[in-house]
Nanobody
Framework: QVQLVESGGGLVQAGASLRLSCTVS????????MAWFRQGPGKEREFVAA????????YYTDSVKGRFTISRDNAKNTVYLQMNGLKPEDTAAYYC??????????????????WGQGTQVTVSS
């Protein structure tokens, strides 16, 4: 059984940095495409960043380009989201997701087979 557990969220001021981690239990982590999504209050879940199995290909939503970095350590079964220059509009619950394959639909929630429970990020102005 595959389980995803996120950590690293918190309450920070605008301009601060946080690093989210998502550790995956079960077999096959190194073959999964991984992603981060977020869901703000009253909003739909939206794509933030994705990374392929080897870490050589990444995608970001426009609003976080240049500020957020997704990476993975296959030896530790962990994917990270380094978030710099945080803004109040980044406030959301952040979810880690895993997919059996890295496809063109990397931005779509339906593409992912496993989800974590989420970690809250709150950015004050």
């Amino acid at each position: 059984q595959v389980q995803l557990v996120e950590s690293g969220g918190g309450l920070v001021q605008a301009g601060a940095s946080l690093r989210l981690s998502c550790t995956v239990s079960g077999r096959g982590f190194s073959s999964y495409a991984m992603a981060w999504f977020r869901q703000g209050p009253g909003k739909e879940r939206e794509f933030v960043a994705a990374i392929n199995w080897g870490g050589g290909t990444t995608y970001y939503t426009d609003s976080v380009k240049g500020r957020f970095t997704i990476s993975r350590d296959n030896a530790k079964n962990t994917v990270y989201l380094q978030m710099n220059g945080l803004k109040p509009e980044d406030t959301a619950a952040y979810y880690c997701a895993a997919a059996w394959a890295f496809s063109r639909a990397y931005h779509a929630t339906a593409n992912y087979n496993y989800w974590g429970q989420g970690t809250q990020v709150t950015v004050s102005s």
